[in-house]
RNA sequence: GGAGAGGUGGCUGAGCGGUUGAAAGCGACGGUCUCGAAAACCGUUAAGCCUCAUGCGGGGCUUCAAGGGUUCAAAUCCCUUCCUCUCCGCCA
C-alpha cells in the first residue's frame, strides 16, 4: 500500500510512477478526488459525534440529580439516527478509497529503468562460461527420460497437466537441493531457517500484496477461505503482521523452503514444455526485514546470496534489472537472476529479488520504533527466490550432460546425493 | 466435528450500561539520592485518523480479538465469526 499522505502531498510523484509501470497514472486523480470527499464527511461526522458524546454525559449528569430527560432523549434520538446514517455513507466512501489504494503498485525506487516489457530489463552483469560441447545439447526433459528423473506422464495422470512427478535420481535430487540451499543460506550468510504452512489466509494474502488483484493467480478452496501458497514470501513475509520489531535486532533474515503453487492460467505451449512452467514447483525463499535506510543495500546483498547458490552449481547466469514495465506489484526495485540454459538455448530465470520497502509492511502493520526519534515507523521487507528449483534443475541437467549421457553433479551437491554423477544404471 | 473456559495497554491483571483510554502491579524511560551503582522515592509511559498551529504543541474522533445489533450512551447486554486453552471424537 502506498502511503495516502504521500500521495495527497506528492501526487505528481506517484503519477510518474504508474506510467513508468505502464499504468495511465488517473487513478491519482480518483483517489485523490475521492479522499477529499471522504475527509469532508470524516469531519462532519467528527462533530456530530463529539456533540453527542458531550450531550450524552450532560443526560447521565442530569440523571443522576434525578431530573427529567425526556425532552433530550427524543432529541438525541434523532442525532443518534443522523450519526447512523452518515456512518454508512462514510463507510462506503472508505471503503471505496482503500480499494483503489489497495489496487496501486508500489512506488518504484528513480533508479528503474524505463521500458514496458523485459527487453528492457537492464543487463548488470554475467558469470560463468556458456559450455561449448563436442555434442548436441538434449533438453532437460529428455535427459530426464533417458535417466528417469521425472514422469510427466504420471504426474498428469494423479493430478493434471504441470503437475510433476519426480523419481528415482530426480526425487533424490529435489531433496537434495531443497535441504542444500537451506543448510547454506543459514550456515553461510546466517538466514534463520522457518517452515511455514503451504496454505495462506486471506489477510496474509492481501498483506503480500497478492490480493485483490491477484486472486486468480492462486488456487482457492472450495470448503475454506484459503489459498494454496503462491511463493514463501507470502507467509514468511506476513509472520510479524501487527507486530513492533526490535529496532536493534533488525535487519532479520529468513530462509523457508515451500512448494508454491500456480494456476499460470493459459500458460502452455512452446515455453511450457518439461519443468519451464509448472503449477507446482519447489523453492527456498530468503526475506529479510530491515530498517528503511538499509533496504537498499541489503537488496544488493540478497542478490549476492542467491547468486552464490548458482555459482556453486556451477551454471552460468547474468542478473538484469527490471525496467518499469516488468517489475512485480509489490517492488520497488528488482532483480533477477538467469541461468543459461543450453538444451533449450534460452536463459531461464530462477530468481527474483526484490525490495518491497513499505509496501507490505504498510498492509501488514509491521513496524518498529526508531530510537532516534522514538516515534514507530514501518520496517521494509524484502523477498529473493534463493532459488526456485524447476529450471535450476533444468539447467543443472542440461549444463552437466556428458557424452556419455551421464550428468556430473556440482561438488557441492555431492554429500547430499552420495554419488558425483546421475547416470540410467 | 462435539462440550466447556477465555480473548482488556509492552507484560500480568481489575473493570454495577453513564468523566474507564481503561484500576493495580511489573517492565521501560526520566528525575531525586549517590563518587558511581543498587535500593528507595517522585514523575512519565498506547496507537491510528481528521483538523488548527506547523518549533514544541492544541482540539476532535476512533480503537478493550473481528464484524454486526440493542441503547441517548457499550470493554460492560445480544448475535455471528476468528483465535487460544481443557475434555471428548476422528486421524498420520
Redesign the pocket.
Known amino acids: 500500500m502506498i ?3 504521500y500521495l ?1 502531498d506528492h501526487p505528481e510523484v506517484v503519477r510518474l510512477s504508474l506510467r513508468k509501470r505502464n499504468h495511465s497514472g488517473d487513478e491519482v486523480d480518483a483517489v485523490l478526488t475521492l ?1 477529499e470527499e ?2 469532508r464527511l ?2 462532519r ?3 456530530l ?9 450532560e ?3 442530569r ?2 440529580y434525578k431530573e427529567d ?1 425526556t425532552a ?6 434523532e ?2 439516527q443522523h ?2 446514517e452518515l456512518e ?1 455513507t462514510l ?1 462506503e466512501k472508505e471503503e471505496a478509497l482503500q480499494g483503489l489504494l489497495a489496487r496501486l503498485p508500489n512506488l518504484l525506487h528513480p533508479s528503474v529503468p524505463e521500458g514496458s516489457d523485459d527487453s528492457a530489463n537492464l543487463f548488470l552483469r554475467s558469470w560463468g562460461e556458456i559450455p561449448s560441447l563436442s555434442f548436441t545439447p538434449l533438453p532437460h526433459w529428455e535427459l530426464a527420460k533417458r535417466l528417469k528423473l521425472f514422469d510427466l506422464e504420471r504426474g498428469s495422470k494423479v493430478a493434471g497437466s504441470g503437475f510433476i512427478l519426480y523419481t528415482g535420481w530426480g526425487a533424490k535430487l529435489e531433496r537434495a537441493l531443497i535441504n542444500w540451499m537451506l543448510d547454506f543460506h543459514g550456515r553461510r550468510h546466517g538466514y534463520q531457517e522457518v517452515f511455514p504452512p503451504f496454505v495462506i489466509n486471506r489477510e496474509t494474502a492481501f498483506g503480500a500484496g497478492k490480493l485483490p488483484d491477484f486472486e486468480g493467480q492462486m488456487y482457492t478452496f472450495t470448503n475454506a477461505d484459503l489459498f494454496l501458497n503462491p511463493t514463501a514470501e507470502v507467509p514468511v513475509t506476513a509472520l510479524f503482521a501487527g507486530e ?1 520489531l526490535k529496532a536493534e535486532e533488525l535487519p532479520l533474515s529468513y530462509a523457508a523452503y515451500t512448494a508454491c503453487f500456480r494456476r499460470e492460467a493459459g500458460a502452455a505451449g512452446k515455453d511450457t514444455r518439461g519443468l519451464l512452467r509448472v503449477h507446482q514447483f519447489d523453492k527456498v525463499e530468503l526475506v529479510k526485514f530491515t530498517r528503511p535506510e538499509q533496504s537498499f543495500d541489503e537488496l544488493e546483498t540478497l542478490v549476492r546470496d542467491a547468486e552464490e547458490i548458482v555459482q556453486a552449481l556451477e551454471l552460468p547466469y547474468q542478473v538484469v534489472e527490471l525496467c518499469g514495465g516488468d517489475i512485480g506489484f509489490g517492488a520497488a526495485k528488482a532483480y533477477d537472476i538467469n541461468v543459461w540454459s543450453p538444451g533449450v538455448g534460452k536463459w531461464l530465470e530462477v530468481s527474483s529479488c526484490s525490495n518491497c520497502t513499505d509496501f507490505q509492511a504498510r498492509r501488514l502493520n509491521t ?1 518498529f ?1 526508531n530510537p532516534e526519534s ?3 515507523e514501518f520496517v521494509h521487507t524484502l523477498n529473493g527466490s534463493g532459488v526456485a528449483l524447476p529450471r535450476t534443475v533444468a539447467a543443472l541437467l542440461e549444463n552437466h550432460q556428458q557424452a556419455d549421457g551421464s550428468v556430473r553433479l556440482p561438488p557441492a551437491l555431492v554429500p547430499y546425493m552420495g554419488v558425483e554423477r546421475i547416470t540410467s544404471a
Not at 49 to 57: N, W
Not at 72 to 77: D, G, P, S, T
Open positions: 502511503d495516502l499522505k495527497r479522499d471522504w475527509r470524516f469531519t461526522q467528527n462533530n459525534r463529539a456533540e453527542q458524546k458531550k450531550r450524552s454525559e443526560i447521565a449528569t440523571k443522576r430527560v433530550e432523549l427524543a432529541e438525541m434520538k442525532l443518534a450519526v447512523r454508512v463507510k513492533t513496524r520504533r522514538g516515534k514507530l
